[in-house]
């Protein structure tokens, strides 16, 4: 593909100084995918560019792009920041998080389709300051489909009974119904209740649903569950879950 000028909208993330003065920073957007721009002179003093590139902001930005590798940025539109994600230590670090395990999950310019509707609805109830630990569950659970990891949430794996007592099994990859919790000793040992907010949150339209409050004990088991998931089926190793794991936001 030839070099031609592109407007794309999405979510700046992740910025690095390149040489003297110039910037890199990702950019999120819905149809062309993650795309690093490269920013000349964004760093100067006097530079309009930088300002657009702020972590957290978003508009419209036109760049110059062969649709792969680094494409560079001319101009921007509308931009404005989620200033809520950027004054906040601990939003800030979710909202980070979040975007990290998007830019895992798919090659850069791959169309994100549903998954950017996922993480803006993400940002945004975040910025807003609902509960940032169980919006950045239900995006883990609704983005392991992404990584092709497709647990069987809607009925027991066995039996495809959807009603009762269910445990999570990462070994069958998806939930047991207590009939059933003897096909894996290894299960997460969950109680009922908590298996049941990973099959909301997993199943349900991120648009649908509303703010959910869950009490701590609760939202801390299945974040152990979560992180048991991720791990044993992605293992990722991101930076930005030490340094939320360091926070210890649910301590
Ligand atoms: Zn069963």
Do not use: W
């Given at each position: 593909m030839s070099r031609e000028l592109k407007e794309v909208v999405g979510v700046v993330f992740k910025r690095q100084k390149y040489h003297e003065a110039d910037l890199l920073a990702k950019i999120m957007t819905k149809n062309d995918g993650i795309i690093t721009m490269l920013a000349r002179?964004?760093?100067?003093?006097?530079?309009?560019?930088g300002a657009s590139l702020l972590n957290f902001s978003f508009g419209t930005y036109v760049i110059s792009t062969t649709g792969q590798g680094l494409s560079s940025l001319r101009t921007f539109k509308n931009v404005r920041q989620f200033d809520g994600l950027f004054s906040d230590l601990e939003k800030s670090a979710y909202a980070s998080f979040i975007l990290d395990l998007v830019d895992h999950a798919f090659i850069e310019y791959q169309n994100l389709g549903k998954y950017y509707d996922l993480a803006e609805f993400a940002l945004s109830r975040i910025n807003a300051g609902e509960d940032a630990e169980m919006i950045t569950q239900i995006v883990q659970m609704q983005l392991l489909a992404a990584y092709g990891v497709e647990p069987e949430?809607?009925?027991?794996?066995?039996?495809?009974?959807?009603?009762g007592q269910f445990d999570y099994s990462i070994k069958q990859g998806g939930i047991l119904c207590n009939r059933h919790?003897?096909?894996?000793?290894?299960?997460?040992?969950?109680k009922p209740k908590e298996t049941a907010l990973l099959r909301t949150i997993a199943l349900l339209p991120f648009e649908r649903l509303g703010e959910i409050e869950i009490n701590l004990e609760t939202k801390k088991a299945t974040r152990q569950a979560i992180d048991r998931i991720y791990q044993e089926?992605?293992?990722?190793?991101?930076k930005t879950k030490k340094f939320l794991d360091e926070l210890n936001l649910l301590g």
């Amino acid at each position: 593909m030839s070099r031609e000028l592109k407007e794309v909208v999405g979510v700046v993330f992740k910025r690095q100084k390149y040489h003297e003065a110039d910037l890199l920073a990702k950019i999120m957007t819905k149809n062309d995918g993650i795309i690093t721009m490269l920013a000349r002179g964004a760093l100067k003093p006097k530079s309009k560019l930088g300002a657009s590139l702020l972590n957290f902001s978003f508009g419209t930005y036109v760049i110059s792009t062969t649709g792969q590798g680094l494409s560079s940025l001319r101009t921007f539109k509308n931009v404005r920041q989620f200033d809520g994600l950027f004054s906040d230590l601990e939003k800030s670090a979710y909202a980070s998080f979040i975007l990290d395990l998007v830019d895992h999950a798919f090659i850069e310019y791959q169309n994100l389709g549903k998954y950017y509707d996922l993480a803006e609805f993400a940002l945004s109830r975040i910025n807003a300051g609902e509960d940032a630990e169980m919006i950045t569950q239900i995006v883990q659970m609704q983005l392991l489909a992404a990584y092709g990891v497709e647990p069987e949430l809607r009925h027991c794996v066995f039996c495809q009974r959807d009603q009762g007592q269910f445990d999570y099994s990462i070994k069958q990859g998806g939930i047991l119904c207590n009939r059933h919790y003897y096909a894996d000793p290894e299960r997460l040992h969950l109680k009922p209740k908590e298996t049941a907010l990973l099959r909301t949150i997993a199943l349900l339209p991120f648009e649908r649903l509303g703010e959910i409050e869950i009490n701590l004990e609760t939202k801390k088991a299945t974040r152990q569950a979560i992180d048991r998931i991720y791990q044993e089926t992605i293992d990722l190793n991101l930076k930005t879950k030490k340094f939320l794991d360091e926070l210890n936001l649910l301590g």
